[in-house]
Each structure stands twice: as structure tokens, then as C-alpha cells.
């Protein structure tokens, strides 16, 4: 009896002592690595695949894959929460067994194997918008994320205590923060929200140790004259010009360049004062981390009047483009278009879509979608299809190597575009879209063609998750109807489903700890961890 | 969990058993804060005043810029709910507790402010000041900086000017205006300090009023209502379920050109319906769906939810059904909107606006 009681014991001992060590700091190495014991970025590595080469859960097992646990983020009626609701729309960081996700305002360190609440960390905030916070960045013993209040704050992994804080943005210009910061080399990478007030958007590096500056991109040229300033008719228009990068970048090392998507140029309905393609808003763009310094862009809206920020992931992946090798970057854009561009030179591979629209009359030399004048917003209406929300928007996308299939939930709506200020200089928005139908479905776009593989219609419009593809032959991703499902990544046919009474409203994502995969999710304040328990 | 949630959820749970005793504000109060709070803390919603016409806008972006899902009989409540609670038409109480879930103590508010964005301590326009300030602002500033602020060929754009974003009731402008900016009547240091907070009130309603876009559609009676007609009973096929003097008699007459035309292109609802004109589907349309199990009879209802896994419906007599999804079930969707959605990609704008133009005549 005594003994058992000591192997217990000693049992129990042992467990600590591996546990101990798991809020250490996170490894460099596993920084860009492929996401297996550890997801240290938003996207799990720097590439945006959100693909896993854990096979544990897989196609011929996934009906026996448990619910492990349960957390849910509950704010509290304090600063930043309230008692209206919470929604994770972060994807949590996993760093030695341990879990990082935020709200605005909030972040959070749970056990990633039983759920269980490490820490909470709470910003007293000043003000602004609280849309969602895709949340934080990791570096050693570090922790990065942005608030709504223009601020960037640096917590320590082991106990959420602020570090510092820095101010990203201006609030009284109606910016704020959302994105999830990432860390390439020794650069806090970092974006702006806000299309509220024709302001110009940015990116910006921080010392990672200081938080101090290193350097800002803007998007948009700040003089005539300036590489883009001829898409623009004068200066005025220009430095108002808008193009918030409120998605996280990727990176390549090896061409030392980082991916950053923009968004929508402002006023954002009414562009009769930005006659223009209005340059670098709606873009792909590849930057040079060290410097800031932009290498090549690819425009997929030039002028865009439909709020259809490109800001979806730039996805990194190696392919074989008529029987070449190639390093290439894919984005399914919100404006329903589909493209592949060489990520060492910005040159198009493929452009097609990925659900019909209506409002493009061809495409130009570069590869970029025409826009058709008569499907701008108009006085009295201009029916356009994708609608405002996209063909696509936030939730990232997946691909996957093994099958050389970009994944991606997609939505097929319409709307009618009106301009309300029909006067030379509207500003903010000038306009907006009113009314919908649409149908939502998941795709498997072949990227060497841009065809669809195949395509899984959802039985009610409007479903938008993340996506998660891995070695197991699955794909991960949320349905209109509040199920978390998992279709074989070959056909699209759906194997499992849990219904998670909200919809998921982030990217799963999944680990490997002591031998037992896990699937991490999001649906509205709840995160539901999944696990291979059996085995 | 919250109290708060409970509270609504009671509310649910009180409405759904007896309808009749709960007042419709109530009822209204408990849907905003089960739809809105499912993705947002209530206040986000609540910091700012705005028109019947404008919480609609709010709305229609949730659902078409964030995903949010109202469904039909919850919007219009949702809309009294703000309008009656969060107006700006003067009559409603100021916003409870502005602010009160991010930063304490900034008390009530009767002013005008953008709303969920901003800093919490953004300038709170009065609009008795702005009314002065806009005499101020025509006497000294209008030649210069244009009719709404916005500048022109002599004047700075003041709704993007910094120092108009920075300002708190004149104490940016102030000191700006009396470095000895120019003005046409007044040298700068001679604007009291009342004039240069009212110029601060209409300055900042002007940058209001262009943030939550005060203007709306502006006229979608731009059709030709010969070619509409024509189109009804031709290429539109309309006639096949619709009747001019049947069931569309006095439809000019029932609706506002812009809910003829959003009600015509997206008749189930699941779009915005458009000012005012928004509802559930008209009676009898309702999505229906028919289940055959294997063994035992069909059986037919209004269609609940239906996904990959399951099916589930209300039958004609109003018990709820729900079905395993199964090889051998065979589940029939009937929608009666289908065509209207099959007509979105062939229509053209010149015939949507003509067909709106023919409506508008079924007076």
C-alpha cells in the first residue's frame, strides 16, 4: 500500500517535473518549423498553409476522436468584456503545452492538454472598436499582441505581466488594433485597422526586446512622384487613401520577404475623388523585413468600390508550374477571384474564379481583374455579386501539399451597391450595399489550374471558418448549421461532425503532446479541445 | 454566467411561454441582447445615437460585412429596440451608462458621438452648440474650408484634419486659431471662447454626420416602367406566380421604391429587405422540406435547420421533427424562392430598374 502510494507519488512527481519546464520560452528553431509539438504563429508556421503533418487523427479514425476538454472565456463585466458576449476569433499559439489566445482586451494562457486556466490578462483600454483580435505573437519568453486602443503590449509568457506597451496608431484617427503580431528575426511585425475616416494604412517592425520602431510602410505613396503615386489624382486622395492591413503576414526565409495583403482604399464606396487603380491598396505586396523595403505587388481589386479588402492570407508553397519548380503565393481573394503569382517576382501564374461574379469585364496583362464601371456602386443601384462580406474574408484558408489543393470556404451572394453622396469629394464610406442572397460552400482549388477539384455545397448560405488540412487526409472546418466538420481532403465528402452550438469563429488548429493529437476550435467564447484519447 | 444573459434568457423563456404578457419592449430587449451579444459586448452598440434608418444600416453591415445572423423576425425588433432605446431624434433617453462596460465614470450622454469607434473620451457633439457653431463657421470659415468642412481650392479638408481629430471642445482648435490663422471678419483672438466650442460642436457634427454616412439611397425610380411591364410578362417569366391586379394589386402603393426593389431581387428575407420593408416571408412561402424515412410515411413542414447529419422541420400540425441524415431518408427541399435566386444572375440592372419603375405604377 505504502509503496503504490510512493509510486504514485513518485509518479506524480514525474508528471510535474515534465510539466514543469512547459511555460519555458518558446525555441527559435520552432519559429517556421512545421507545426507539429508546437503552433508558434497565427497561421502555425510562417508559410499560411495552416496545413499539419500529424497524422494521428486521420480519415479512417476520426469518429473515434473524443472531446478532451472545455474552456470558456469569460470576460467578466469589467473593461473591454462586458456581459454582451464573447467571440475568439484568434487563433491560440501553443508553446510547451501551453495555449495563448486573446479577445480585445483579453488574453489568455490555458493548459493545452486539460483546458485548464494558467493566467488572464486584462488591458485597461481607452476606446476603440472591438470587432475581434486575431490574437498574439510569440519570441522567446515573450508574448505580442495588438489593442483596440492603438496599442502594442509585450506580456511574459509565464505570467501575463506587461512588459511594455507601445502606441501603434492614433485613435483620435479612428485606427485600431486587431491583427496578431508576428515575429520574423528580430521584427514584431504589426498592421492598423479602422476604414472609418479615410486614413492611410500602414505597416510597422518593432524591437522585439524595446518595442521601439524599427520602420513603417505605408501603403499608400505619401508623395507624387513616389513607385504608385500616378494611380492616384492627387495628394490629397493619396495620404487619405486607406489600405489597413489588418491580416497577419507570412514569411520566406530563404528569399528574406515578407507577405503583407491590404485592404479597401478609401472613401470606400464612393471613389469618384480617387479615379485611379489606387496603389498599394487591395494588394499582395512583398517586403523586406529588415528594411520595409517593398520588392514587387500584385493588385487583385485595383480601384475597388465594394469594400473587398485582398487582405486574405498570401498562402507560401512550393509547386511544379509546367514542369518547373516553383516558389509561389496564393490568395483566394474576397473578390471572388482566385490567384497564384511567382513569390520571388510578384509575376501571375493564375488567375481565375472561384465563384462566378459579375462585376470584372476580363482581366489585364499583369493577371489583375478589369473592373466594369457599370457594376460601381450606383445612384440607383448596381446588383453585384460577391456582396460586401466576399467571396471569401478573415478565416484563413488551408493548403495542402499532399494534395496540391488550396482549400477554401467560400460564399456566392449578391447585393445591390448604392452611392449615397453623389457630390466631387464624398468621404468615410459615400455609400453602402443593401440586401442578399447567398449560398456558401467549401472548395478544393487545383493551384496549377485554378479550376475547382471539387466542391462541397453547404445545405444553408453564409458558413465562414478557418480551415485546418493535414496528413491525415482531413480538413477541418465550420458549416453554416454550427457543426464543426471534417470532410477527406481528396473528395470534399464530410466523415464527422460535432455541433458546437455556436459557429466556429476561428481557424482549428492542432498539436502533438505526449503522444496525443490534439484539435483545437473556437465557436463564439468557447474553445473546445479534441483529442485521439485512445491510443 | 452573466447575469445579465440569464436575465435575457429568462426573458426568452417567459416570451416563448406566454407571449401575450410580455410587453413588446421587453421582448424586443431580450432579442438585441441574445443576437447582438452573441458576437459583441452589448455597449459597442449602445455608445452611440443613432436614426431608425441608420441602426438599420448598422444592422444590414453586421450581417453583410461580419457574418452576423439575424434572422427575419428578429430584426425589426431589434431595430425598435435601438431606435425607441439609442434614437437620435431627441425624444429617446440618452445611452445608459456610456461606456460603462470600458472605463467607469463617464456618465450619461445626450450628445452625438461616432459611436464604437474612437477614444472613449471622443468630443460629445451638442447639438444646440453646432447650431451656433454653424453661424460661427458660415461667418469666419466657409469660403475657405467649403459648405461642409471638407475644403477646397483656398482651405484645408477640416474632417481630416488632425487638429480637428485631436480637438475636445476647442482645445486644439483654439489655440491653432489664435496663432493667428486667418479669418474673414474676426482676427482669430477675438473668438470668445463660447464661439471657438461652438465652431468645435459643428465641426465635429460635420465629421459625425460624414462617418455615419447621413446621406441615404437617393432615388431608384430611374426606370423605364413600359420596359418593365414587358419584361414582367416576357425574359422575366414573373407572370408564371405573379399577377398585376392579384397578389402584386397596390404593391406601388405597400412599398418605397428601394423595398420594391430590394423586396423583388431577395423576396425570402434572407437579405436586408431594406428600410421599413423588411419581414418575414409572405405567407405561405415558406422554405418547406419532405422527409421519407425508410420505413413509414413522408413527412412534410416548414424547414428548421438542415445540414450534412440531420434534417428537422415543423410539421403541419406544429410538432417539431428532427431526422438522422441516412443513405436510405430521402429529404426533398422545396424552396419557392428559387427562382428569384436564379434570376439574380440573368437579370440585368437596366431590367431591375425598369420592373422597379412597373411596380411602383400597381398603385
Redo the contacts between chains.
Sequence with gaps: MKSSRALAAAVLLTALCTALPGQGMLNPAKLGAPPTDTWPTYHGDYSGRRYSTLSKINAGNINSLSLAWVYRA?T??????????V?VSATPLEINGVLYFTVP?HVWAIDARTGRPIWHHQW????????GNRGVGAWGNWLYYETP?CNLVSLNMKDGSERWHKSIC?????Y?GSVAPVVVKNHVITGVS?D???QPGYIESHDPETGDRQWRWYVVPQKMGEVGSDSWPNE?AMK?GGGMTWQPITYDPELNLIYVTTGNPQPVIAGKARAGDNLFTESIVALNPDTGKMAWYFQPSPHDTH?WDATQTPVLFDGEINGQKRKLVAQASRNGWFFVLDRATGKNIVTSEFV?TNWAKGTDAKGQPIPDP?KMP??????V?P???GAA?WPPPSFNPDTGLFYVNATRA???Y?????SD?P????????????EGMLEAIDYKTGKIKWSHK?????G?SGLLSTAGKVLFAG???N?L?AVHTETGQ?LW?ANLG??VTNGPMTYELDGTQYLVVAA?DTLYGFAMLGK | MPARAICAILALLTAASANAQVPADARNKATFERVCGTCHPLQIATASRRSRAQWQDTLEAMVSKQGAKIADDEFGPIVDYLTATYGNDGSAPGPAGRGGGRGAGRGESRGITAGGVGADDKHVVDTAGADRGRKVYAAECINCHGTHARGGDNGADLIRSVVVLHDRYGNEIGPFLRKGHPTQTTPPANLTQAQIADLSHFVHYELYLTMRSALDIQNVLTGDAKAGAAYFRGEGKCTGCHAANGDLAGVGRRYTPVNLQQRFLFPQGGGRGGRGGRGAPPPGKAVTVTVTPPSGPAVTGVLVELDDFNVSLRDGSGDYRSFKRTSSLKVVKNDPFVFHQELLDRITDKNMHDVVAYLETLQ
Design positions: 469569460s467578466g463585466p469589467g473593461p473591454g468584456g462586458g456581459f454582451g458576449g467571440r482586451d485597461q483600454p481607452k476606446g476603440g472598436l472591438y470587432i486602443d492614433d485613435l483620435d484617427l479612428f485600431y479602422g472609418d475616416l479615410d490629397e487619405h469594400d462566378k457599370a450606383q445612384l440607383d443601384g448596381a446588383l455579386t456582396n460586401q462580406g474574408n449578391f447585393s445591390v448604392y452611392i449615397y453622396d453623389p469629394k468621404e468615410g464610406w459615400g455609400g453602402n450595399d443593401r440586401g442578399g442572397w447567398g453547404w445545405e444553408s448560405g453564409g465562414r458549416d453554416p448549421s457543426n466538420v464530410p461532425h455556436a459557429p463564439g
